[in-house]
């Protein structure tokens, strides 16, 4: 029993997108339209990434190249700002998810040798923030993103010119935010004496370059999919056994989930009505509820206002804890370093996040749509 409580725990969103899938599919019986169901572009896309993440994980690429400039900060404020802009462009790049499991360690890092651990809720909370808001702007920078991004066949200029505004608003708040900290001097000295291998780094930064095409449609998925797991074969099998595959098995059930649920006439005309009001909202809502990645999968059964999701299922990401699998990552980060001071944690998380959540909020009712 104790086994199955901690692997929910460690799979929450999983577990629960199987319930949902395993109910509706005995309201709707299994046929052949559930094949219409999955999005194997998006899919193939999500695992390719991952994958050639795991291979830089591996290699500590991202870890040497943000202690790197970390050590050159001078004071706490500084140190914050880099903090929090390495995850919010690490998030462009290797997704929200895996930008905290990166980056968090190394605030850690940073802010104990420095003695100063009273500022780290703070500066977890806006690396989480910046980890969900970062990725809005890449269509891989979040897995909802790469989903609507395929299923909706959006040009990459106009998903560009969507979440370009927000993006920038991100960028201001987030920094607004740092230069609350007083700018107390450190110094941090870097003694680990790691080097990235550069010939596996070429190698792996051009597989990725190679993967970002494909999410560009650029390359047929189906190739990349011979490719980058025939390459990794050979040089990096393990990064197999790393990908999240508790995040891919998560969309598969939720295809079914969402599928079954746009066949119910009753749950159409429910959730039609209620986007008929405002996509934007119903979104953001839904994100606080269920979390932002089912949302996107959910809503786009029932409506083709591709950009007010877009917007929604990104700006919803803050609010609730459970509004991104990401927050529940740093909020088990933070956890398990003070174990004695969550209900501090909450607080302040709540407090940030539904500051951030209104404003880019009202800003994208009243100017980004």
Sequence with gaps: MRHILNFFKKNTVMCIALILAVVTSIIVPPDAAYIDYFDMRTLTCLFLTLAVICALKDISFFSIVAQRIVVTTGNLRILALALVYITFIGSMLIANDMALITFLPLGYFA??????????????ILQNISANLGGMLTPFGNPQNLYLYSHFGIPTGEFTQIMFPPFILAIVMLTVACFLIKPIKLTISDDTGRKLNKKRTVLYLTLFAFSLLIVFRLIPYWIGLIIIPLILAFADRKAFAEVDWALLATFTLFFVFS?????????????????????????????????????????????????????????????????????????????????????????????????????????AWFFFI
């Excluded at 839904?286 to 990645?293: A, D, H, L, P």
């Excluded at 991104?324 to 607080?347: D, E, M, V, W």
Aim: proline share 3%; glycine share 6%.
């Design 111 to 124: 802010l104990s040798v420095t003695h100063n651990e009273t500022y780290m809720a703070y500066i977890f």
């Design 259 to 363: 599928g079954n649920m746009a066949r119910i006439p009753a749950v159409q005309d429910f959730v039609g009505s209620l986007l008929n009001k405002s996509t934007l909202l119903v979104s953001i809502g839904s994100c606080q509820c269920i979390s932002n990645v089912p949302t996107a999968i959910l809503l786009s059964r029932f409506t083709d206002n591709y950009k007010e999701l877009l917007l929604g299922v990104n700006i919803g990401g803050t609010g609730t804890l459970i509004s991104s699998l990401a927050s529940l990552i740093t909020f088990s980060h933070y956890r398990n370093l003070h174990p004695g001071h969550t209900k501090q944690y909450l607080l302040l998380f709540t407090i940030m996040n539904v500051i951030f959540l209104l404003v880019m909020t009202l800003a």
